[in-house]
């Protein structure tokens, strides 16, 4: 695909948003007119209705993006999502992503939904099976062209009995020069340390991820 410099200030804005099987099609409450954002599960998540935007009916634990078959380096990301108890494996959880291409872009695709380009072409959603196990595979993002932030994968987190999206700290390469001391102590650490440690599986980078729902998010319900 041919990319242009006017991607630029796209990847700058979603940049910011660093330091910041089952059927569900539900605009949630807390995204539509007339909420309060500052109250809301998670606090402010701005973009977070794009979770909605081509989600399919029926989502499986596992998911491969649309980078998985293009150039660079393949990333397979795997865990287990718990309740907040940190030991009770939650089911039907939704994750949503969406990352930078092999070039640093949040490069959108012909035909896509005008309202999904923000999040560019690689993105997509998996739902935990019933002992909270999901799997990404996909490309290791490369970082915004000429900026200093990490290469990360955003991800947004959707619970049943919490009717709004909320998201978790974006994955990020414990290997990366860019995830500086000064970088590790600022992260917030929502739903768990978000540093992957990867090793190789033949060409294949792999890393695990598990997540506790609730841990350091705001509002979260008691």
């Known amino acids: 695909m041919k990319r242009s410099i006017a991607f630029i200030p796209l990847a700058i804005l979603c940049g910011c948003m660093y330091a910041c099987n089952g059927q569900t099609n539900n605009t949630p409450q807390a995204v539509k007119a007339g909420s309060n954002p500052q109250q809301r599960v998670g606090g402010p998540c701005d973009g977070c209705e794009i979770m909605y935007v081509g989600m ?15 150039p660079g380096q393949k990333l397979r990301v795997r865990g287990t999502v718990y309740r907040r108890d940190g ?3 939650a089911a039907g959880v939704v994750l949503y992503y969406w990352q930078t291409d092999n070039n640093g872009y949040y490069s959108p695709r012909d035909g896509m939904d005008e309202k999904a380009k923000r999040h560019g072409h690689i993105r997509g959603w998996m739902k935990t099976d019933a002992d909270g196990n999901y799997a990404l595979y996909t490309l290791r993002p490369a970082p915004y062209p000429n900026e200093e932030i990490p ?17 978790i700290d974006d994955l990020v390469f414990d290997d990366d020069p860019l995830v500086t001391a000064k ?3 600022a992260m917030q650490n929502r739903g768990g340390n ?13 890393a695990r991820h598990d997540i506790i729902l609730g841990l350091h998010i705001p509002h979260y319900p008691k």
């Open 151 to 167: 290469s990360h994968i955003h991800i947004l987190i959707l619970e049943p009995g919490i009717g709004e999206p909320y998201y």
């Open 183 to 185: 970088e590790r102590a």
């Open 87 to 89: 030991k009770t494996p």
């Open 194 to 206: 978000g540093i992957l440690k990867t090793t190789m599986e033949g060409v294949v980078q792999v």
């Open 56 to 70: 399919p009916a029926v989502i499986f634990p596992t998911d491969t993006s649309a980078g998985w078959h293009e």
